[in-house]
Protein backbone atom coordinates (compact mmCIF):
# COMPACT_ATOMS: atom_id res chain seq x y z
CA UNK A 1 0.00 0.00 0.00
CA UNK A 2 1.32 3.21 -0.90
CA UNK A 3 1.54 5.74 1.79
CA UNK A 4 3.93 8.45 0.96
CA UNK A 5 2.46 11.84 2.18
CA UNK A 6 3.60 14.82 4.17
CA UNK A 7 1.50 16.40 5.95
CA UNK A 8 1.28 20.66 5.06
CA UNK A 9 0.01 22.66 8.33
CA UNK A 10 -0.12 26.48 8.47
CA UNK A 11 -2.22 29.06 8.87
CA UNK A 12 -5.18 28.94 6.51
CA UNK A 13 -5.75 32.35 4.44
CA UNK A 14 -7.54 31.46 1.03
CA UNK A 15 -9.30 28.32 0.61
CA UNK A 16 -10.06 26.78 -2.45
CA UNK A 17 -13.37 24.88 -1.76
CA UNK A 18 -13.69 22.28 -4.43
CA UNK A 19 -17.09 21.06 -4.55
CA UNK A 20 -20.30 22.07 -5.59
CA UNK A 21 -23.82 22.60 -3.92
CA UNK A 22 -24.68 22.87 -0.38
CA UNK A 23 -21.63 21.18 0.81
CA UNK A 24 -20.08 24.17 -1.05
CA UNK A 25 -21.89 27.04 0.91
CA UNK A 26 -21.56 25.52 4.09
CA UNK A 27 -18.04 26.19 3.70
CA UNK A 28 -17.53 29.11 2.52
CA UNK A 29 -19.64 30.35 5.24
CA UNK A 30 -17.70 28.99 7.70
CA UNK A 31 -14.71 30.43 5.89
CA UNK A 32 -16.18 33.46 6.01
CA UNK A 33 -16.93 33.19 9.90
CA UNK A 34 -13.06 32.01 10.67
CA UNK A 35 -11.86 35.25 8.33
CA UNK A 36 -10.78 32.83 5.56
CA UNK A 37 -11.25 34.16 2.01
CA UNK A 38 -12.93 31.14 -0.50
CA UNK A 39 -12.39 30.86 -4.34
CA UNK A 40 -14.65 28.28 -5.67
CA UNK A 41 -14.10 26.17 -7.99
CA UNK A 42 -17.00 25.89 -10.40
CA UNK A 43 -17.84 23.83 -13.85
CA UNK A 44 -19.29 25.87 -16.53
CA UNK A 45 -23.08 24.36 -15.50
CA UNK A 46 -22.42 26.27 -11.80
CA UNK A 47 -21.32 29.63 -12.93
CA UNK A 48 -24.56 31.05 -11.71
CA UNK A 49 -24.72 29.14 -8.36
CA UNK A 50 -25.07 29.97 -5.02
CA UNK A 51 -21.24 28.98 -4.18
CA UNK A 52 -20.30 31.16 -7.33
CA UNK A 53 -22.24 34.14 -5.96
CA UNK A 54 -21.37 33.50 -2.29
CA UNK A 55 -17.02 33.09 -2.74
CA UNK A 56 -14.99 36.15 -2.56
CA UNK A 57 -13.81 34.40 -5.80
CA UNK A 58 -14.67 32.27 -8.97
CA UNK A 59 -12.54 30.11 -11.03
CA UNK A 60 -14.08 27.93 -13.71
CA UNK A 61 -12.38 24.22 -14.04
CA UNK A 62 -13.66 22.43 -17.05
CA UNK A 63 -17.40 21.68 -18.76
CA UNK A 64 -20.10 20.36 -16.91
CA UNK A 65 -19.46 16.34 -16.92
CA UNK A 66 -17.74 15.39 -13.51
CA UNK A 67 -14.80 13.80 -15.17
CA UNK A 68 -13.67 16.94 -16.78
CA UNK A 69 -14.22 19.54 -13.62
CA UNK A 70 -15.07 18.06 -10.71
CA UNK A 71 -13.05 15.43 -10.57
CA UNK A 72 -9.77 16.72 -12.52
CA UNK A 73 -7.49 17.20 -9.71
CA UNK A 74 -4.57 18.82 -12.08
CA UNK A 75 -7.29 21.32 -13.01
CA UNK A 76 -8.19 22.09 -9.33
CA UNK A 77 -4.82 22.52 -8.30
CA UNK A 78 -3.64 24.66 -10.78
CA UNK A 79 -6.96 26.94 -10.06
CA UNK A 80 -6.05 26.73 -6.55
CA UNK A 81 -2.22 27.86 -7.00
CA UNK A 82 -3.63 30.07 -9.53
CA UNK A 83 -5.52 32.37 -7.61
CA UNK A 84 -3.14 32.30 -4.59
CA UNK A 85 -5.07 29.89 -2.53
CA UNK A 86 -3.13 27.99 0.25
CA UNK A 87 -5.60 25.03 1.07
CA UNK A 88 -8.09 23.23 -0.78
CA UNK A 89 -11.31 21.62 0.84
CA UNK A 90 -12.78 18.88 -0.81
CA UNK A 91 -15.96 18.52 0.85
CA UNK A 92 -17.63 15.09 0.32
CA UNK A 93 -17.61 12.99 -2.63
CA UNK A 94 -16.31 13.87 -6.12
CA UNK A 95 -12.54 13.97 -4.62
CA UNK A 96 -13.20 13.73 -1.13
CA UNK A 97 -11.76 10.40 -0.53
CA UNK A 98 -9.54 10.41 -3.20
CA UNK A 99 -5.95 10.10 -2.33
CA UNK A 100 -4.36 11.58 -5.28
CA UNK A 101 -5.41 15.15 -3.96
CA UNK A 102 -3.55 15.13 -0.64
CA UNK A 103 -0.93 14.01 -2.26
CA UNK A 104 -0.55 16.67 -4.67
CA UNK A 105 -1.50 19.27 -2.32
CA UNK A 106 1.81 17.82 -0.53
CA UNK A 107 3.58 18.41 -4.09
CA UNK A 108 2.79 21.94 -4.08
CA UNK A 109 2.72 22.98 -0.44
CA UNK A 110 -0.94 23.09 -0.45
CA UNK A 111 -2.75 21.99 3.02
CA UNK A 112 -5.22 19.89 2.09
CA UNK A 113 -8.60 19.82 4.15
CA UNK A 114 -9.23 16.34 5.29
CA UNK A 115 -7.17 13.49 6.73
CA UNK A 116 -3.61 11.91 5.52
CA UNK A 117 -3.63 10.48 1.94
CA UNK A 118 -2.45 7.41 4.23
CA UNK A 119 -5.49 7.12 6.13
CA UNK A 120 -7.65 7.49 2.91
CA UNK A 121 -6.05 4.36 1.34
CA UNK A 122 -6.24 2.33 4.37
CA UNK A 123 -9.68 2.97 5.21
CA UNK A 124 -10.71 2.89 1.36
CA UNK A 125 -9.49 -0.76 1.01
CA UNK A 126 -12.30 -2.31 2.85
CA UNK A 127 -10.95 -5.69 3.69
CA UNK A 128 -7.63 -3.47 5.36
CA UNK A 129 -10.06 -1.65 7.20
CA UNK A 130 -11.39 -5.03 8.74
CA UNK A 131 -8.28 -5.58 9.58
CA UNK A 132 -7.14 -2.28 11.29
CA UNK A 133 -10.75 -2.98 13.16
CA UNK A 134 -9.07 -6.66 14.16
CA UNK A 135 -6.10 -5.35 15.38
CA UNK A 136 -7.93 -2.88 17.42
CA UNK A 137 -9.68 -5.04 19.25
CA UNK A 138 -13.26 -4.09 17.90
CA UNK A 139 -15.72 -6.54 16.29
CA UNK A 140 -16.35 -6.92 13.05
CA UNK A 141 -19.19 -9.23 10.93
CA UNK A 142 -17.86 -12.30 10.20
CA UNK A 143 -17.06 -12.75 6.78
CA UNK A 144 -13.93 -13.51 4.41
CA UNK A 145 -10.76 -12.26 3.22
CA UNK A 146 -10.47 -11.44 -0.70
CA UNK A 147 -12.60 -14.14 -2.79
CA UNK A 148 -11.20 -14.48 -6.34
CA UNK A 149 -13.58 -16.54 -8.13
CA UNK A 150 -17.15 -18.22 -7.37
CA UNK A 151 -15.87 -21.46 -5.98
CA UNK A 152 -13.96 -19.67 -3.52
CA UNK A 153 -16.96 -17.27 -2.85
CA UNK A 154 -19.53 -20.58 -2.45
CA UNK A 155 -16.62 -22.06 0.14
CA UNK A 156 -16.65 -18.40 2.32
CA UNK A 157 -20.20 -18.76 1.83
CA UNK A 158 -20.18 -22.04 3.18
CA UNK A 159 -18.13 -21.35 6.11
CA UNK A 160 -19.84 -17.62 6.78
CA UNK A 161 -23.43 -19.19 6.65
CA UNK A 162 -26.44 -17.39 4.25
CA UNK A 163 -27.68 -14.92 3.41
CA UNK A 164 -24.32 -13.20 2.83
CA UNK A 165 -23.65 -9.90 1.59
CA UNK A 166 -21.19 -9.48 -1.04
CA UNK A 167 -18.90 -6.03 -1.28
CA UNK A 168 -16.78 -4.60 -2.99
CA UNK A 169 -12.90 -4.57 -1.86
CA UNK A 170 -12.48 -1.00 -3.32
CA UNK A 171 -15.11 1.65 -2.08
CA UNK A 172 -18.73 1.72 -0.85
CA UNK A 173 -22.11 3.67 -1.87
CA UNK A 174 -23.39 0.17 -2.69
CA UNK A 175 -21.54 0.20 -5.35
CA UNK A 176 -20.63 -4.16 -6.00
CA UNK A 177 -23.03 -5.33 -3.12
CA UNK A 178 -24.95 -7.80 -3.24
CA UNK A 179 -26.91 -10.18 -1.37
CA UNK A 180 -27.70 -13.75 -1.64
CA UNK A 181 -29.48 -15.95 0.44
CA UNK A 182 -28.68 -19.19 -0.76
CA UNK A 183 -25.94 -20.76 -3.68
CA UNK A 184 -28.45 -20.19 -6.63
CA UNK A 185 -28.40 -16.52 -5.98
CA UNK A 186 -24.58 -16.06 -4.97
CA UNK A 187 -23.79 -18.29 -8.55
CA UNK A 188 -26.06 -15.61 -10.40
CA UNK A 189 -24.89 -12.21 -8.55
CA UNK A 190 -21.05 -13.01 -7.93
CA UNK A 191 -20.00 -11.55 -11.36
CA UNK A 192 -22.41 -8.70 -11.43
CA UNK A 193 -21.54 -7.21 -8.00
CA UNK A 194 -17.80 -8.02 -9.52
CA UNK A 195 -18.49 -6.23 -12.61
CA UNK A 196 -20.18 -3.34 -10.97
CA UNK A 197 -17.28 -2.90 -8.78
CA UNK A 198 -14.78 -2.93 -11.39
CA UNK A 199 -16.68 -0.11 -13.60
CA UNK A 200 -17.21 2.01 -9.96
CA UNK A 201 -13.94 1.77 -8.39
CA UNK A 202 -11.71 0.19 -11.24
CA UNK A 203 -11.05 -2.74 -8.59
CA UNK A 204 -13.27 -6.32 -8.94
CA UNK A 205 -11.95 -7.43 -5.64
CA UNK A 206 -15.07 -9.01 -4.02
CA UNK A 207 -15.54 -10.46 -0.13
CA UNK A 208 -18.52 -11.75 1.55
CA UNK A 209 -19.58 -10.95 5.04
CA UNK A 210 -22.74 -12.37 6.84
CA UNK A 211 -26.09 -10.49 6.13
CA UNK A 212 -27.75 -9.42 9.09
CA UNK A 213 -31.83 -8.32 7.98
CA UNK A 214 -32.78 -6.66 11.22
CA UNK A 215 -29.91 -3.92 11.19
CA UNK A 216 -30.23 -0.49 12.40
CA UNK A 217 -27.05 1.47 10.88
CA UNK A 218 -25.03 3.27 13.76
CA UNK A 219 -22.16 5.34 12.86
CA UNK A 220 -20.14 7.70 15.29
CA UNK A 221 -18.36 11.08 14.63
CA UNK A 222 -15.04 10.99 15.36
CA UNK A 223 -12.18 14.20 15.35
CA UNK A 224 -8.33 13.61 16.14
CA UNK A 225 -5.80 16.22 15.77
CA UNK A 226 -2.00 15.83 14.56
CA UNK A 227 -1.16 15.85 18.29
CA UNK A 228 -2.73 11.98 19.07
CA UNK A 229 -5.83 13.88 20.28
CA UNK A 230 -9.34 12.18 19.39
CA UNK A 231 -12.79 12.70 20.58
CA UNK A 232 -15.91 11.35 19.72
CA UNK A 233 -19.01 12.89 19.06
CA UNK A 234 -21.19 10.74 20.00
CA UNK A 235 -23.72 8.73 16.96
CA UNK A 236 -26.32 9.05 14.37
CA UNK A 237 -28.59 6.50 13.30
CA UNK A 238 -28.77 6.65 9.61
CA UNK A 239 -31.18 3.30 9.05
CA UNK A 240 -33.76 4.80 6.86
CA UNK A 241 -31.71 3.86 3.27
CA UNK A 242 -32.98 3.11 -0.09
CA UNK A 243 -30.77 0.83 -2.51
CA UNK A 244 -27.52 1.70 -0.03
CA UNK A 245 -28.04 5.44 -0.14
CA UNK A 246 -29.31 7.51 3.48
CA UNK A 247 -32.87 9.45 3.25
CA UNK A 248 -33.52 10.30 6.36
CA UNK A 249 -30.81 10.49 9.69
CA UNK A 250 -30.89 11.17 13.18
CA UNK A 251 -28.93 11.78 16.03
CA UNK A 252 -28.83 10.27 19.40
CA UNK A 253 -30.37 6.93 18.06
CA UNK A 254 -33.53 5.40 19.64
CA UNK A 255 -31.52 1.92 18.96
CA UNK A 256 -28.91 1.76 21.53
CA UNK A 257 -28.97 2.22 25.44
CA UNK A 258 -26.29 4.41 27.31
CA UNK A 259 -24.44 1.59 28.60
CA UNK A 260 -23.65 0.33 24.47
CA UNK A 261 -23.20 3.79 23.42
CA UNK A 262 -20.64 3.93 25.33
CA UNK A 263 -18.74 0.83 24.01
CA UNK A 264 -19.56 2.19 20.53
CA UNK A 265 -18.18 5.17 20.58
CA UNK A 266 -14.99 3.43 22.72
CA UNK A 267 -14.67 1.52 19.38
CA UNK A 268 -14.71 4.08 17.25
CA UNK A 269 -12.19 6.15 19.36
CA UNK A 270 -9.78 3.21 19.39
CA UNK A 271 -9.75 2.74 15.67
CA UNK A 272 -9.25 6.23 14.76
CA UNK A 273 -6.24 6.07 17.08
CA UNK A 274 -5.08 3.07 16.10
CA UNK A 275 -4.66 4.16 12.75
CA UNK A 276 -3.15 8.20 13.71
CA UNK A 277 -6.46 9.66 12.41
CA UNK A 278 -6.03 13.12 11.67
CA UNK A 279 -9.46 15.12 10.60
CA UNK A 280 -13.02 14.71 10.92
CA UNK A 281 -14.60 11.16 10.17
CA UNK A 282 -17.44 8.74 11.04
CA UNK A 283 -16.39 5.36 12.01
CA UNK A 284 -19.60 3.00 10.90
CA UNK A 285 -21.07 -0.01 12.82
CA UNK A 286 -24.16 -2.80 12.23
CA UNK A 287 -26.15 -2.90 15.00
CA UNK A 288 -28.20 -6.53 15.27
CA UNK A 289 -31.68 -5.42 16.34
CA UNK A 290 -32.40 -9.35 17.15
CA UNK A 291 -29.64 -9.61 20.25
CA UNK A 292 -27.86 -6.30 20.48
CA UNK A 293 -24.47 -6.84 18.89
CA UNK A 294 -22.79 -4.71 16.99
CA UNK A 295 -19.81 -5.02 14.54
CA UNK A 296 -17.42 -2.59 12.79
CA UNK A 297 -18.87 -1.85 8.79
CA UNK A 298 -16.67 0.78 7.55
CA UNK A 299 -14.55 4.45 8.28
CA UNK A 300 -15.54 7.25 5.97
CA UNK A 301 -12.58 9.84 6.08
CA UNK A 302 -14.81 13.03 5.14
CA UNK A 303 -17.30 15.32 6.13
CA UNK A 304 -20.55 13.64 6.03
CA UNK A 305 -23.87 14.46 4.50
CA UNK A 306 -25.62 14.03 7.52
CA UNK A 307 -22.91 15.96 10.17
CA UNK A 308 -25.68 18.76 10.79
CA UNK A 309 -27.38 16.67 13.38
CA UNK A 310 -24.29 15.91 15.12
CA UNK A 311 -23.62 19.87 14.96
CA UNK A 312 -26.88 20.36 16.61
CA UNK A 313 -26.57 17.35 19.77
CA UNK A 314 -23.44 18.68 20.53
CA UNK A 315 -23.09 22.58 19.90
CA UNK A 316 -19.64 21.08 17.86
CA UNK A 317 -18.93 23.15 14.68
CA UNK A 318 -17.37 19.85 12.76
CA UNK A 319 -16.64 22.08 9.27
CA UNK A 320 -14.60 24.89 11.54
CA UNK A 321 -13.27 21.87 13.21
CA UNK A 322 -11.50 20.70 10.38
CA UNK A 323 -10.46 23.55 8.90
CA UNK A 324 -8.90 24.05 12.12
CA UNK A 325 -6.91 20.87 12.14
CA UNK A 326 -5.65 21.00 8.72
CA UNK A 327 -4.26 24.49 10.20
CA UNK A 328 -1.68 22.10 12.40
CA UNK A 329 -4.54 23.29 15.36
CA UNK A 330 -4.95 21.00 18.35
CA UNK A 331 -8.54 20.53 19.08
CA UNK A 332 -10.52 23.41 20.36
CA UNK A 333 -12.28 20.75 22.48
CA UNK A 334 -11.68 17.98 25.00
CA UNK A 335 -14.23 14.88 25.29
CA UNK A 336 -15.71 16.13 28.11
CA UNK A 337 -16.57 19.50 27.00
CA UNK A 338 -18.75 17.65 24.43
CA UNK A 339 -22.40 16.94 25.74
CA UNK A 340 -25.50 15.13 24.05
CA UNK A 341 -28.48 17.73 24.17
CA UNK A 342 -31.76 17.27 22.88
CA UNK A 343 -32.39 15.82 19.31
CA UNK A 344 -31.78 16.11 15.87
CA UNK A 345 -33.43 14.86 12.55
CA UNK A 346 -32.50 15.45 9.08
CA UNK A 347 -34.45 15.10 5.77
CA UNK A 348 -32.36 14.87 2.60
CA UNK A 349 -34.82 16.67 0.04
CA UNK A 350 -33.64 15.86 -3.76
CA UNK A 351 -35.31 16.87 -7.01
CA UNK A 352 -36.42 13.63 -7.59
CA UNK A 353 -39.74 11.73 -7.91
CA UNK A 354 -40.31 9.60 -5.53
CA UNK A 355 -43.78 7.84 -7.02
CA UNK A 356 -41.25 7.29 -10.13
CA UNK A 357 -38.75 4.99 -8.42
CA UNK A 358 -36.60 8.12 -7.35
CA UNK A 359 -36.20 9.56 -11.05
CA UNK A 360 -33.96 12.48 -11.28
CA UNK A 361 -36.17 15.83 -11.98
CA UNK A 362 -33.98 18.36 -13.03
CA UNK A 363 -35.32 22.06 -14.28
CA UNK A 364 -36.09 25.54 -13.07
CA UNK A 365 -36.99 26.49 -9.98
CA UNK A 366 -40.04 28.45 -10.01
CA UNK A 367 -40.72 28.89 -6.78
CA UNK A 368 -37.78 28.45 -3.08
CA UNK A 369 -39.82 29.35 0.12
CA UNK A 370 -37.57 26.99 2.91
CA UNK A 371 -39.07 27.37 6.00
CA UNK A 372 -38.10 30.16 8.36
CA UNK A 373 -38.57 28.94 12.11
CA UNK A 374 -37.45 28.35 15.65
CA UNK A 375 -35.31 25.29 15.61
CA UNK A 376 -35.35 24.25 11.96
CA UNK A 377 -31.95 24.81 9.80
CA UNK A 378 -31.87 24.49 5.97
CA UNK A 379 -28.48 24.22 4.36
CA UNK A 380 -29.06 24.27 0.99
CA UNK A 381 -27.94 26.10 -2.17
CA UNK A 382 -30.80 26.55 -4.29
CA UNK A 383 -33.19 29.85 -5.09
CA UNK A 384 -36.03 30.82 -7.24
CA UNK A 385 -34.93 30.65 -10.62
CA UNK A 386 -32.14 28.41 -10.30
CA UNK A 387 -31.70 25.79 -12.46
CA UNK A 388 -31.33 22.05 -10.93
CA UNK A 389 -28.55 20.52 -13.71
CA UNK A 390 -28.35 16.79 -14.61
CA UNK A 391 -25.26 15.99 -14.11
CA UNK A 392 -24.95 15.87 -10.63
CA UNK A 393 -26.33 14.43 -7.74
CA UNK A 394 -30.09 15.41 -7.20
CA UNK A 395 -29.65 16.80 -3.36
CA UNK A 396 -31.16 20.34 -3.13
CA UNK A 397 -31.43 20.80 0.68
CA UNK A 398 -31.30 19.18 3.81
CA UNK A 399 -33.45 20.41 6.63
CA UNK A 400 -32.76 19.87 9.93
CA UNK A 401 -34.65 19.98 13.18
CA UNK A 402 -33.97 20.39 16.92
CA UNK A 403 -35.54 19.04 19.76
CA UNK A 404 -35.36 18.82 23.70
CA UNK A 405 -36.95 14.95 22.70
CA UNK A 406 -37.50 13.43 19.82
CA UNK A 407 -41.43 13.65 19.59
CA UNK A 408 -40.56 17.43 19.39
CA UNK A 409 -38.00 17.32 16.55
CA UNK A 410 -40.51 14.87 14.50
CA UNK A 411 -43.13 17.87 15.11
CA UNK A 412 -40.95 20.64 14.01
CA UNK A 413 -39.90 18.58 10.98
CA UNK A 414 -43.12 17.60 10.38
CA UNK A 415 -44.34 21.37 10.26
CA UNK A 416 -41.10 22.39 8.75
CA UNK A 417 -41.77 20.59 5.22
CA UNK A 418 -45.59 21.85 5.31
CA UNK A 419 -44.04 24.85 5.24
CA UNK A 420 -41.59 24.41 2.99
CA UNK A 421 -42.79 25.52 -0.78
CA UNK A 422 -40.79 24.34 -4.24
CA UNK A 423 -42.35 24.57 -7.64
CA UNK A 424 -40.84 23.85 -10.88
CA UNK A 425 -39.40 20.41 -10.21
CA UNK A 426 -40.14 17.61 -8.01
CA UNK A 427 -38.90 16.75 -5.03
CA UNK A 428 -38.72 14.61 -1.94
CA UNK A 429 -40.64 16.27 0.22
CA UNK A 430 -43.92 14.35 0.06
CA UNK A 431 -42.17 11.22 0.59
CA UNK A 432 -40.35 12.34 4.02
CA UNK A 433 -43.62 13.78 5.05
CA UNK A 434 -45.31 10.16 4.33
CA UNK A 435 -42.21 8.21 6.62
CA UNK A 436 -43.03 10.62 9.74
CA UNK A 437 -46.10 9.91 10.04
CA UNK A 438 -45.56 6.11 9.93
CA UNK A 439 -46.31 5.09 13.20
CA UNK A 440 -42.93 2.09 12.69
CA UNK A 441 -41.09 5.62 12.33
CA UNK A 442 -42.38 7.56 15.47
CA UNK A 443 -41.96 4.66 17.83
CA UNK A 444 -38.37 4.22 16.42
CA UNK A 445 -39.33 0.65 15.56
CA UNK A 446 -37.29 0.36 11.77
CA UNK A 447 -34.21 -1.05 10.56
CA UNK A 448 -32.24 -0.39 7.10
CA UNK A 449 -34.87 -2.79 5.16
CA UNK A 450 -37.70 -0.78 6.70
CA UNK A 451 -38.29 1.50 3.39
CA UNK A 452 -37.75 -0.64 1.03
CA UNK A 453 -39.74 -3.62 1.94
CA UNK A 454 -42.16 -1.60 3.61
CA UNK A 455 -42.86 2.12 2.70
CA UNK A 456 -41.92 2.31 -0.71
CA UNK A 457 -44.63 -0.33 -1.34
CA UNK A 458 -47.12 1.68 1.17
CA UNK A 459 -46.06 4.90 -1.10
CA UNK A 460 -46.76 3.08 -3.98
CA UNK A 461 -50.23 2.27 -3.36
CA UNK A 462 -50.77 5.48 -1.82
CA UNK A 463 -49.72 7.55 -4.98
CA UNK A 464 -51.78 4.65 -7.40
CA UNK A 465 -54.87 5.35 -5.34
CA UNK A 466 -54.44 9.74 -5.89
CA UNK A 467 -53.93 8.83 -9.36
CA UNK A 468 -56.93 6.72 -9.92
CA UNK A 469 -59.33 9.70 -8.17
Known sequence: MEVNHVSVHGKMRRMMVAN???????????????????????????????????????????????????????????????????????????????????????????????????????????????????????????????????????GAALKVGYPVLLKAAGGGGGKGMKIAWNEDELNSTFNIASAEARVAFGDNRIYLEQYIPNARHIEIQIIGDSKGNVVHCFERDCSLQRRYQKILEEAPSTAITNELREIIVSSAVTIARHIGYESVGTVEFILNCDNGSFFFLEMNTRIQVEHPVTEIITGVDLVKEQIRIASGESLSIDQADIKLKGHAIECRINAESASSDFMPCPGTIKEWTPPVEKGVRVDSHCYSGYVVPPYYDSLMAKVITEGKTREDAIKKMDNALKNFIVTGVDTTIPFHQFILCRDEFRAGKVNTRWIEETIMKEYASTADAACKS
Open 20 to 154: RGEIAVRIIRACREMGIETVVAVSEADRESLPARLADRVVCIGPPPPLKSYLNIDAIITAALGTHCNGIHPGYGFLAERPDLPKGCSRHGLIFVGPSAKNILQMGDKLYARKMAIESGVPVIPGSELVRHLDEAR
